[in-house]
């Protein structure tokens, strides 16, 4: 049969077909057709905006590479003014659209059923000729070329597809060029969301709630998850285990009372003839009211077997379908972290909002040549794209961040970061500093007081200390190494250059205990030698004190060993020339600020109790040099680490009573935890009682944080001294605590410790010849996936730099920097076990732009210097950690 002349489409005649995107475009027009001419046209007086849905479709296809063919220009025309159709017109209209849609891409069996009727129809019309459109729609061209030349596939029933709404013209506006320029757009970013006109109070204060008050911060609440809205699945095609998202029609709405008398919600949902049902167990009461016959849900969730071997998925996400509702579905919609299911339509409109309307107008602080270099995405399309990603997009990698949108805001995090490491470190440089004598000859002499030979890694951070402390700017180092690497040592000959050189060092350590053992130690090695150590305690009270405090001011002591006392306004220095702070995480920066301040700008040697991962190192001391002690001293003996669970204690014990009565002595640690320290003392106090009768004929003693320090310190010289067998305590056991002969750390509670907290007190032990063992008792009914992973790389692992490096997995930079009390996050989208390369890029860039141009002077670095004394300031402050 010959086709007449602009009649509609016969899907077997016309050879038209898009391609597979271009079709995807297309069949976001199936759903709402259907509903539409369901029942005899039932729904066609309830479809709103179908006219531009229609064009919204067809300009996708268009842009997916379908050309302009008669069925799609002819679409085109229908859509013209069919909202304001009246019904019987409205009818016709939507049986062309039918008929030109099977023409395009294949169509269920209804439509094509309409579609027959229309072309039987318009042949029976003088000369075939097409009823006017709705419009006046502007000429046809002459010939339009065919869609795509394969042959169309064999006709099926399309998977259902939500209405789509044409998005906005979308551009960002090009970079600013002046500073005006850039201040109005910063300004319209960081309009409060309480001053936007026609924003929904419910999906703002959704966003208020978590702190998020400005477009700026709006933008910047990342997503958790994303949802493939353009591929849903057929109902029928759902199989048990399954994990889908299906378009249905709500068939019947069921509330039935469990057997303990609490409602259970029943939702039957319907399409293309298959039946899937929705189980809600003791809904809320807004839940039950939720449903309604007739309306189209989006259902997301496990599917299950549920009685009489019905489709069913318990406790899905559930979101009514509205027409043109182009922010939730058609495409690849974001999941915010925080809001139930039925509050996430109105939030995802308020972002695709901002996305639309603000985000075009973000000023790229990153500069051009950079992000040329680097071929990242501008700050707009990265902050559209992180929320509503593009067509295509693995919903997966964007979840993990590892899209081009992402790469672009992890890139810019870290280049800030480290712009602000490479200003800060070109500042210090810029200072005069002390010149120390570290000739090879004065060396010799540093190194000379110690009882051992250094170690081939020890020679070499020393030999990076020394040649800093030579050169007239001032040192600003980080020393790290393994548990019981020797770091004390390598500190203890640079003090000793210093004092050599005329000028006094001060050690600042966290605890009391640490600060009188590394004094100790320091008057032995020193001890003959004229060079004088004072322990400055936390109290001035007392004579000792008193003349501790006048010997450091004075000039007597050359070198001063404390805690947070060496900061009091009090204590004063004659002439202070080099700063070593232990465990530098638990001191804030102010606090290390204050004692540098004593002196006339000294040199800083800073010294971490365990390994820092590289990337941690490079992330927040990059403005620091860095030497590694790689090896442990000889005589260091591994440490077997062993696990127990509570059932086992007794096995755990025999081994430790083996160690006991060979002569050797035993830590058993608690953990403390501030809110409950009454209750741990009563844990450590109990368990001391019980280890009496585990371990009898061996003498037990009990340290915990409520004793006064002279008290503790009995308590520990009793131990060292070997008076005490076994040392119970509700502290961990300071990290440098020393005793040779202790060869058993039992850890009680383990799963309540972090790795870092672990290894350093697996470190205690293994100091003698003697072999060691580190015992962990842990609850495994208590721990989480989190403290079940830390034991096991516990069990698996003694190398401090992997343990490290597993931490910053687990716990992220914020507990391993001492921030996370601070309440703010110190990276917001970076990962820097995921971005270790993002990280070195950016790093390079970053250093590399401050050694072109020292000040950012340059105009086209105007917005980054911008960048770095405002958005970022906040932010970066956290990162003041050298």
């Known amino acids: 049969m010959e086709r007449k002349q602009g009649g509609p489409a016969d899907p077997r005649q016309e050879g038209d077909l898009p391609g597979a995107a271009a079709a995807r475009a297309l069949e ?3 759903p709402p057709l259907r509903f539409a001419v369901k029942d005899g046209f039932a729904g066609a007086s309830r479809l709103a905006g179908f006219g531009e849905t229609v064009h919204g479709a067809v300009a996708r296809a268009r842009a997916a590479g379908a050309g302009d063919s008669p069925a799609l220009r002819r679409l085109e025309l229908e859509a013209e003014g069919f909202d304001a159709l009246p019904l019987a017109a409205r009818r016709k209209a939507l049986a062309r659209i039918a008929a030109d849609l099977a023409a395009l891409i294949p169509v269920p069996e209804e439509l094509r059923a309409l579609a027959r009727a229309a072309r039987v129809e318009a042949e029976a019309r003088p000369g075939g000729a097409p009823p006017p459109p709705a419009a006046k729609a502007p000429p046809l061209a002459a010939k339009a070329p065919p869609l795509a030349a394969k042959a169309p596939p064999p006709v099926a029933e399309a998977a259902p597809r939500p209405p789509l709404a044409p998005d ?14 850039r201040a109005a757009r910063r300004r319209r970013l960081a309009t409060r969301l309480a001053d936007l006109p026609r924003v929904h109070p419910a999906p703002r204060a959704l966003l208020e709630e978590r702190g998020r008050e400005t477009v700026e911060a709006a933008l910047e609440l990342w997503p958790r998850a994303y949802q493939d809205r353009t591929a849903l699945r057929r109902i029928s095609e759902l199989r048990v285990g399954d994990e889908a998202t299906v378009l249905g029609t709500v068939a019947h709405v069921r509330v039935q009372r469990m057997r303990n008398g609490r ?4 939702v039957g949902v319907q399409e293309g003839g298959s039946a899937l049902e929705l189980v809600f167990f003791n809904p809320p009461p807004w839940r039950l009211k939720q449903f309604a016959a007739g309306e189209s849900l989006l259902c997301s969730g496990k599917v299950t077997e549920g009685f009489g071997a019905r489709r069913q998925m318990s406790q899905p996400e559930v979101e009514k379908v509205q027409a043109g509702d182009s922010a939730n579905f058609g495409r690849i919609v974001p999941v915010y972290p925080g809001p139930a299911d039925y509050q996430h339509p109105a939030l995802r409109k308020l972002m695709k909002r901002l996305v639309d309307e603000l985000a075009p107008a973000a000023v790229d602080d990153v500069p051009a040549e950079i992000r040329a270099r680097r ?10 794209d992180a929320h509503f990603p593009p067509p295509g997009t693995d919903p997966l990698r964007a979840a993990e961040r590892v899209t081009p949108a992402f790469r672009r805001l992890v ?4 280049f800030f970061l480290q712009l602000a490491l490479a200003m800060r470190r070109r500042g210090v440089r810029a200072e005069a500093g002390i010149a120390f004598d570290a000739s090879p000859a004065a060396l010799a002499r540093a190194v000379e007081p110690l009882p051992f030979r250094l170690t081939g890694a020890q020679e070499r951070a020393l030999a990076e200390i020394a040649r800093d402390m030579a050169e007239p700017e001032p040192m600003n180092r980080l020393l790290q190494g393994d548990v019981g690497s020797g770091k004390t040592a390598v500190a203890f000959a640079a003090m000793m250059l210093a004092v050599r050189s005329g000028w006094q060092a001060a050690l600042m350590v966290p605890t009391e205990i640490l600060a009188e053992q590394h004094a100790r130690t320091l ?3 020193l001890e003959g030698r004229g060079v004088e150590v004072a322990l400055v305690g936390a109290s001035a009270r007392g004579k000792a004190q008193r003349e501790a405090r006048a010997a450091v001011a004075e000039g007597r002591a050359r070198i001063a060993v404390g805690t947070h006392a060496l900061l009091e306004q009090a204590v004063g220095f004659e002439r202070l020339g080099l700063v070593v702070v232990d465990e530098q995480h638990r001191f804030g920066v102010m606090q290390r600020a204050s004692l540098i301040s004593k002196g006339r700008r000294p040199d800083v040697l800073v010294m971490t109790a365990t390994p820092i991962p590289r990337t941690l190192a490079l992330a927040f001391y990059g403005d620091l040099d860095q030497s590694k002690i790689s090896e442990l001293p000889p005589g260091r003996t591994p440490v ?10 007794k096995a755990a014990y025999a081994l430790a009573r083996g160690e006991l009565e060979a002569g050797r002595q035993v830590y058993v640690v608690y953990p403390l935890v501030e809110e409950s320290e009454k209750t741990d003392l009563a844990d450590a106090t109990t368990g001391a009682t019980e280890l009496a009768k585990v371990f009898p004929g061996h003498e037990i003693g009990l340290l915990h944080g409520r004793m006064k320090p002279e008290e503790k310190q009995r308590v520990m010289d009793r131990f060292r001294a070997g008076e005490l067998q076994v040392l119970v305590a509700t502290t961990v056991i300071e990290v440098g605590v020393d005793v040779p002969n202790a060869s058993v750390m039992i850890v009680e509670h383990a799963e309540r410790f972090g790795l870092s907290q672990l290894h350093q007190l697996r470190g205690r032990v293994g100091r003698g010849a003697a072999k060691s063992f580190c015992l962990l008792l ?14 096991r790389a516990m069990e698996e692992t003694q190398d401090g730099f992997e343990i490290a490096r597993v931490d910053l997995r687990i716990r992220g930079p914020g507990e391993l920097l001492g921030t996370r009390q601070s309440g703010q996050k110190l990276l917001d989208v970076a990962d820097l076990y995921r971005d270790e390369a993002i990280l070195e890029e950016a790093r390079e860039e970053a250093f590399g732009l401050v050694e072109r141009d020292p000040d950012l002077a340059r105009p086209e670095h105007a917005a980054a210097r911008e960048a770095l004394a405002g958005r970022w300031a906040g932010r970066l402050s956290l990162a003041q950690v050298g």
């Open 28 to 30: 976001a027009l199936l």
């Open 168 to 181: 906005p013209p979308w551009h960002p506006l090009p970079d600013a060029r002046t500073p005006e320029e």
């Open 263 to 266: 409602p259970l919600l029943k």
């Open 375 to 384: 071929a990242l995405a501008g700050r707009a399309e990265a902050l559209r």
């Open 411 to 414: 890139f810019e995090e870290l």
């Open 523 to 525: 008057s032995r090695w």
């Open 640 to 649: 077997t680490t062993r696990l127990f669970g509570d059932s086992q204690r």
């Open 778 to 791: 842990a609850h495994f009914r208590r721990a989480g996936d989190e403290a079940r992973e830390r034991l």
